[in-house]
């Protein structure tokens, strides 16, 4: 395993996030903004790393990631996710949702648009947990449970389903165009269909054993009904949310709580995940067949599955890989990324052959030879 | 109880008004210093001043250094113990020059002169001295690299001078020990050597050329044609070496405190005081490891560049195991202050958790007591000292964080967060205060608020009989509602007859019973309600 060099930054990372390129123009990733926490002062910040296509790259970690600029952040980041080219929305511990756009020329950072006190309790401030965004709508969940959906640009919120949730929601990711997802403290996914006016979820799936808190959820690039989450038991969890109501698989990931899972935006064979263990694991999946081994359900030789009930009806192919209990469907293997002994991995992204992460040990890694 | 090495150290406080009483009182890292009524003139401020003794741990710069050692010094702990001796010293030497290059590392980043300029110097002659324990005729090349590391503008200056003249007898010069000769061959070569440069000064035979006699004067290492040129040599340590280098190159380790101790005396003016950093190094060279660790620990005021060194010579079983006073041992003492420094940080607190998990003594005591204190602002940043605490099987710890949480969420109303976190510590006797909670709210309302969660216990519901109740009770009204009476009625005896419904609900159970009873399905049921009905009005 080549060496993968630290960058250290003084400060935790609690977010980390490529810049998307544009399909058309073949880039690769180049920049990325990390979000920090439990500092008095915490703050924004991008990076570059730098031109590609440069010669005697032996191992791909030619050259540190460089600072570009940097920008104070009332708060904790919670979470970060780009907007467009130029603009990130942050959720802050404070409660409060920000647009930052960062202006290429200059090299600065100033605030776009911001709506404080967005998640708050009655008497308190509540922190906003998690962000999604398909420009130019956003929607951001909060310890309060509430969800609420802005559009950049304009004042004030579009809409608000108070009490959405009676526990924490710790993140949410866009299904479909109009359908969100939110995972919650009490181990529940829940489906909300925005057309609808009704402030009540649309589909409730759970574990059938313990509730164990969820707290990342990704959606398959390709397909719409494949998703994934990660929760404090450090189980990943495949669910398909058009059949029944609890997960395709169940993989023993982590030794602590999943704080990322992350499908690769155009190879979803593979997933990686990253934990408060300090490890950052990369999934891969080998099969014949069209459809991943993790989706094939049930026992695999190298995962070890709990009690997953069987879904009611279904492709009939997937329910036989289950009963008949074939392990060899495909093969799934999985590549620790990081040197051991590393504090909490908190963030991860990935984007081409290019990943990035931040750590509650006030590094980076970036790697840009992911083998993809 | 030893006396105080040094004046204590005068801090003023600008903004306190002079001549007022001071109050203070010791916290973690620091103190609070407030203006009492005693004998003031005036108003005093309502202020309280914080002082904190070590602003190092704030420096954006040397975060990186903390972070960056505690990687070393984790990695340090896990080399295995039952490899021999001769394995491992390599092993210690290069994480030796790990922690240096993070050191230099920082160094180059801050641009003023520091005092990791001095931290580096004295780790890397400890280094040499203690950790690789060079052998005479090596240790003279190591001290060289060590001097030359540290003045190297100055040894410029020297190169130029030495090699102006005779490369010939120089090359041979530079074969050094350890290349292929032995010591004594060597030494008999140099001894060689040495007279014949001496004869030659005597014989005048370079008297012509005054630049050249005072190189041959420089290399028979004559003492006062070197303390003439005291300004190349900029420092004693400097012309320790470069004499021991002319005169002493097989210089044995145990000799090196004599010559040590008569280049201070030399070099320095009778006017000019030894500084901290030269009783350091003189005490290296001594070899006497526990007044190096002494001195550093007055001369600095973090406890980073103690507490590594000597976790890293107790590694190299040099330090011999004295016990202090309070039961633990020198390193383990250094690594305690050290990591009880970083947890007053407001971010850094989490390295110190893998530094106590090292102090085999003390250390989980110190963790005990500190985690408490860490301020839980987001659920996030509590679920990371929950994790703490549960891998260490601190469970007073996890039950009281999960408590605060919890309490905290109930009072927001958020029932759903506060029943998660009472799932996490297995707190029966909170699960139950949060279904009262609801059961209160449905009294209050004829509704159940929350439902998406009540309907989806799950196990979680046996941890507690209120939980239960509260489940069951629940799924009576859905039975109800879905018009399967006789499963309901069955449903709303069992809840009766279990003895897990809270008295203040019998009543309420009672009259959920009436509408039942007019459905036929139930009405076998009737006796064994009026039954209960007749036990409750007792």
């Known amino acids: 395993m080549e060496s993968i060099n630290a960058k250290y930054v003084s400060q935790k990372i609690s977010k980390s996030r490529w810049r998307p390129v544009s399909h058309s123009s073949l880039q690769q990733a180049d920049i990325f903004a990390t979000g920090s926490w439990d500092n008095e002062d915490n703050k924004i910040s991008f990076w570059s790393i730098g031109s590609h296509g440069s010669s005697g790259v032996e191992d791909g970690f030619e050259g540190d990631p460089q600072l570009l600029c940097e920008h104070k952040h009332d708060g904790d980041v919670l979470d970060l996710q780009f907007l467009d080219q130029d603009r990130i929305v942050t959720a802050s511990s404070t409660g409060a949702v920000t647009i930052f756009r960062h202006h290429q020329n200059s090299q600065t950072i100033s605030v776009s648009q911001q709506w404080a006190r967005a998640h708050r309790y009655p008497s308190d401030n509540a922190p906003c947990t998690g962000v999604v965004c398909s420009s130019p709508e956003i929607v951001t969940v909060g310890e309060d449970g509430r969800i609420i959906v802005f559009r950049a640009d304009q004042e004030g919120v579009i809409r608000v389903i108070d009490n959405a949730d009676s526990s924490t929601i710790h993140a949410v990711t866009y299904l479909r165009t109009t359908e969100i997802l939110t995972v919650n403290s009490i181990g529940q996914l829940k489906l909300w269909d925005l057309r609808q006016q009704s402030n009540s979820p649309s589909q409730i799936l759970s574990l059938s054993g313990d509730r164990v808190p969820l707290h990342c959820v990704d959606r398959h690039p390709n397909q719409q009904h494949i998703v994934a989450t990660g929760g404090q038991d450090g189980m990943l969890c495949v669910w398909d949310v058009r059949q029944g109501s609890t997960p395709f698989s169940l993989m023993e990931a982590h030794s602590a709580e999943m704080w990322e899972v992350h499908f690769h935006p155009t190879n979803p064979d593979h997933l990686f995940t990253c934990s408060e263990d300090g490890s950052l694991l990369h999934w891969e999946t080998s099969s014949q067949s069209d459809i991943p081994s993790f989706l094939q359900g049930g026992r695999n030789s190298s995962m070890t599955s709990r009690s997953a009930m069987a879904p009611a009806g279904g492709n009939q192919s997937l329910i036989n890989a289950w009963l008949s209990g074939d392990s060899s469907k495909g093969r799934l293997e999985t590549t620790h990324m990081l040197p051991s002994q590393t504090l909490s991995v908190n963030s991860l992204d990935v984007l081409g052959q290019c990943l990035v992460c931040g750590t509650d040990g006030e590094a980076i890694f970036v790697n840009r030879q992911v083998p993809v | ?538």
């Open chain 2, 1 to 538: 109880m030893e006396e105080v090495d040094v004046e204590p150290a005068v801090t003023n406080i600008p903004a306190a008004s002079s001549g007022t009483h001071l109050g203070f009182a010791w916290g973690p890292g620091d103190i609070l210093v407030y203006e009492t009524l005693y004998k003031a003139s005036g108003t005093g401020s309502g202020d309280i001043h914080e002082v904190r003794k070590d602003e190092d741990i704030y420096s954006p710069i040397l975060r990186k250094l903390f972070n960056e050692s505690h990687h070393i010094f984790v990695g340090l702990q896990t080399i295995r113990e039952d490899l021999p001796s001769k394995n491992k010293k390599p092993q210690f030497v290069s994480i030796s020059k790990n922690y240096r290059s993070v050191i230099r590392a920082c160094m180059e980043e801050l641009q003023q002169v520091s005092i990791l300029l001095a931290i580096e110097l004295i780790w890397n002659l400890c280094e040499v001295l203690f950790i690789d324990a060079a052998p005479a005729g090596s240790l003279l090349l190591h001290l060289l690299d060590w001097v030359r590391l540290h003045k190297a503008d100055v040894d410029e200056k020297a190169r130029e001078v030495l090699q102006s003249e005779s490369p010939a007898e120089h090359r041979d010069y530079w074969d050094v020990p350890g290349g292929t000769q032995t010591l004594t061959e060597f030494d008999v070569k140099w001894r060689h050597w040495h007279e014949e440069v001496d004869r030659c000064l005597q014989d005048n035979s370079f008297a012509s050329n005054k630049h050249l006699e005072l190189i041959c004067k420089i290399l028979v290492g004559d003492e006062d044609t070197l303390l003439e040129h005291k300004d190349l040599l900029s420092t004693w340590y400097h012309f320790l070496v470069t004499r021991l280098l002319f005169c002493h190159p097989t210089v044995k380790p145990t000799e090196l405190h004599y010559y040590a101790q008569s280049c201070l005396t030399m070099f320095l003016d009778s006017r000019s005081v030894p500084e901290p950093l030269d009783s350091i190094l003189l005490a290296a060279f001594e070899f006497d490891i526990h007044q190096v660790i002494k001195d550093c620990s007055i001369a600095l005021n973090n406890w980073w560049f103690v507490a590594h060194l000597t976790d890293l010579l107790d590694h190299c079983k040099l330090l011999q195991s004295h016990n202090l006073h309070f039961g633990s041992n020198l390193r383990e003492f250094l690594l305690l202050e050290y990591a009880s420094g970083l947890f007053t940080h407001h971010s850094l607190w989490q390295l110190a958790v893998d530094y106590f998990d090292h102090c085999p003594e003390f250390g989980r005591v110190y963790l005990e007591l500190q985690i408490e204190r860490v301020p839980l602002d987001t659920e996030r940043k509590a679920l990371k000292v929950l994790r703490i605490c549960e891998q260490r099987q601190m469970s007073e710890q996890v039950r009281s964080i999960c408590k605060i949480m919890a309490m905290r969420a109930l009072r927001n109303n958020r029932l759903g967060s506060a029943l998660s976190w009472s799932i996490r510590a297995k707190d029966a006797a909170f699960a139950t205060l949060i279904s009262e909670r609801f059961l209160q709210d449905y009294c209050a309302r004829g509704t159940f608020s929350d439902l998406d969660l009540i309907d989806n216990l799950g196990p979680a519901m046996l941890l507690s009989d209120r939980l239960t109740f509260l489940g069951k009770y629940r799924e009576f009204h859905k039975l109800y509602g879905e018009k399967r009476f006789r499963e309901a009625s069955k449903l709303l005896l069992s809840l009766m007859t279990a003895k897990i419904a809270p008295r203040s609900f019998w009543m309420t159970l009672l009259t959920d019973a009436l509408p039942l009873l007019e459905q036929k399905e139930v009405s076998h049921h009737i006796v064994r309600y009026a039954v209960y009905g007749q036990v409750l009005s007792l």
